[in-house]
């Protein structure tokens, strides 16, 4: 045994924290007894793997990072997927009755645009959690690494590779703009040291998810509708 002499809660001891089980660590990081989100494994084995690969302790909220990477994110993803006729300033879509919005980070430079990119920049352990299981849905990489995931879908769909606290965020693109025929869902780390994890896009195209699209449009005017009544009645009350 050593000991590291660091004071407690520097930023050197933050430093000499990544890529060990610490004490507070040992739960978080134990297998789980039933296969969940991240297969047979625990998210805290995804921020340790992370620190493996990434370089400084994590000091920027996800928000706050994406925000600021939003564009390099966006220019990534045209070049790579040969897009034309970009916008990277696209306001906000608006239905024709004002009722549900969406707001690109670019997007086709046209009145009703085809194609879309929603940029994110994750906490490093979810952006390489959700890159490599889209790599395993598509089964590009080994049966081995199968516990480390769910169960590889029947026929594979862009959006179910969407973090799941996106993929109505993303649906709502298509809701929005019905002549919408693909969104680039784009993920972004400039932390990340493995120049292949840095940056990588998940298709989803309308083709793929028509009645979720529907689902969504009927459940979001059912509560745009409520809202407006509610309000009236509020209203009239005295």
């Not at 297998?31 to 921020?47: H, N, V």
């Not at 879908?153 to 996106?166: F, K, L, N």
């Not at 009645?211 to 459940?219: R, V």
């Amino acid at each position: 045994m050593k000991t590291i002499e660091v004071e407690q809660r520097s930023e050197e001891w933050l430093e000499a924290r990544q890529t060990v089980i610490t004490g507070t660590r040992v739960k978080a990081i134990k297998p789980l007894t039933r296969k969940g989100k991240t297969g047979t494994q625990p998210a805290e084995l995804w921020k340790l793997i992370a620190e493996y690969v990434s370089y400084g302790a994590e000091e920027e909220s996800p928000m706050v990072r994406g925000t600021h990477l939003e564009n390099e994110n966006a220019e990534i993803t045209v070049a790579e997927q040969g897009l034309k006729n970009p916008r990277y300033d696209c306001g906000m879509w608006e239905t024709d009755d004002g009722l549900l919005g969406y707001s690109p980070d670019a997007a086709e430079d046209k009145k009703i645009p085809t194609w879309a990119i929603e940029c994110k920049s994750l906490a490093t352990a979810e952006h390489l959690y959700l890159i490599l299981a889209d790599k395993f849905a598509k089964g590009e990489l080994p049966d081995e690494m199968e516990p480390l995931f769910p169960a590889r879908p029947g026929t594979y769909r862009g959006i179910d590779s969407v973090a799941e606290e996106h993929q109505h965020q993303v649906r709502q693109a298509f809701v929005v703009n019905p002549k919408l025929k693909t969104l680039y869902y784009s993920l972004y780390d400039p932390r990340v040291v493995v120049e292949s994890m840095k940056h990588h896009t998940i298709i989803v195209r309308r083709e793929e998810l028509e009645e979720d699209i529907n689902d969504q449009k009927q459940m979001v005017y059912g509560q745009a509708e409520l809202a407006r009544t509610i309000a009236a009645l509020i209203a009239k009350i005295k």
